[in-house]
């Protein structure tokens, strides 16, 4: 370091090489030679040495991440990353954890990163990696990248995030956001309810009386047009202010008020909604009210269903794209 700080760069250089043959595990010498390799354009060299440091230092990733973090931006680097990723080391893994919750880090960039890498080779590493990047995705409202990320987990339905059916309940863990989400505490929430023999699911909705929330959502990538949302809904608890009903947000170019809503007891035979143009993205929300008495509500929604309303076609995905364009108000 000495040699260094007086220019004498050619010596400074065969110190720390031999400094990094005597002792792999000091991580300032693997910081010096990743400077080293970088400053000669080396790209298999650097990421040998960050390799290296963070194997065997626990210091270097607080070091070397949030330079990391910017490189994979470019997809020399990404590239070269491959090998590591597919090692099985546990620094790739710590890493992509490490951006997903840095200011710092283009998301496009990380999600190419996971695809072009394949992630982690640890199947049960890879599925929790994917389902937290999508929840940070979903809160950044990087939707386009959500979807490309969405599309790589293994068993998706392609109509995921254009059906709304109880069946993606079973697999809401791996689906993150696009899947039916459910809200249980001890104030309002829903459960799964199935039947082993005829495999129908179906949810049970409470909420405490004085209480009114969001007990269950999903997103949507609804393209414009009609459709209509059918189901059924039971309640044991009628009336005293008692409610359930539909809430279809626009989260996409703007939040906006929910555009459509229904209360479910006056809706159970269908009602009709109207995606606008500028709508790309939508989350359809079910809101539980337990009304003003004393006992709260108590009801099951099931058999949800959502059909084009214009002449039946198939729902196709509609890709997020950007744009100031106004959300129509619907119906």
Not at 51 to 73: G, H, N
Not at 87 to 103: I, L, T
Not at 202 to 210: D, K
Not at 229 to 243: D, I
């Amino acid at each position: 370091m000495a040699a260094g700080l007086q220019n004498n760069e050619a010596r400074a250089e065969a110190l720390m090489a031999k400094a990094a043959g005597l002792s792999r595990r000091d991580v300032l010498t693997q910081v010096f030679l990743v400077e080293i390799a970088a400053k000669n354009d080396d790209l298999k060299g650097a990421l040998a040495h960050y390799d290296t440091a963070l194997r065997t230092s626990s210091s270097a990733p607080q070091i070397l991440y949030p330079r990391l973090v910017k490189a994979i931006e470019d997809p020399r680097i990404r590239d070269a990353l491959k090998p590591y990723f597919k090692s099985g080391a546990a620094w790739p893994v710590s890493f992509v954890n490490f951006a997903k919750d840095s200011a710092d880090a283009d998301m496009g960039s990380l999600v190419d990163l996971l695809l072009e890498s394949g992630g982690s080779p640890d199947p049960q590493a890879h599925r929790e990696q994917t389902e937290a990047l999508l929840w940070v995705l979903f809160h950044q409202r990087k939707y386009a990248d959500l979807d490309r990320l969405l599309r790589s987990v293994p068993g998706v339905p392609a109509n995921l995030l254009t059906q709304v059916g109880l069946e993606s309940l079973e697999r809401r863990g791996s689906f993150g956001p696009a899947a039916w989400q459910l809200l249980d505490d001890a104030e309002a929430g829903a459960n799964v309810v199935r039947d082993d023999n005829t495999k129908h699911t179906s949810l049970a909705i409470y909420a405490n009386a004085g209480t009114t929330r969001p007990i269950a959502q999903k997103l949507l990538f609804l393209a414009p047009g009609r459709y209509r949302l059918s189901f059924k809904v039971a309640s044991t608890t009628p009336g005293e202010g008692r409610s359930v009903g539909w809430w279809l947000r626009c989260m996409e170019p703007v939040v906006a008020q929910p555009l459509w809503r229904l209360d479910a007891a006056r809706g159970g035979k269908g009602s009709d909604i109207v995606i606008g143009a500028g709508c790309r993205v939508q989350l359809l929300q079910l809101q539980a009210s337990g009304g003003g008495g004393q006992t709260g509500l108590e009801a099951e929604i099931s058999d949800v269903v959502l059909t084009s309303a214009s002449g039946g076609k198939t729902l196709t995905s509609s890709k997020p794209e950007t744009g100031p364009k106004a959300v129509d108000s619907g119906e």
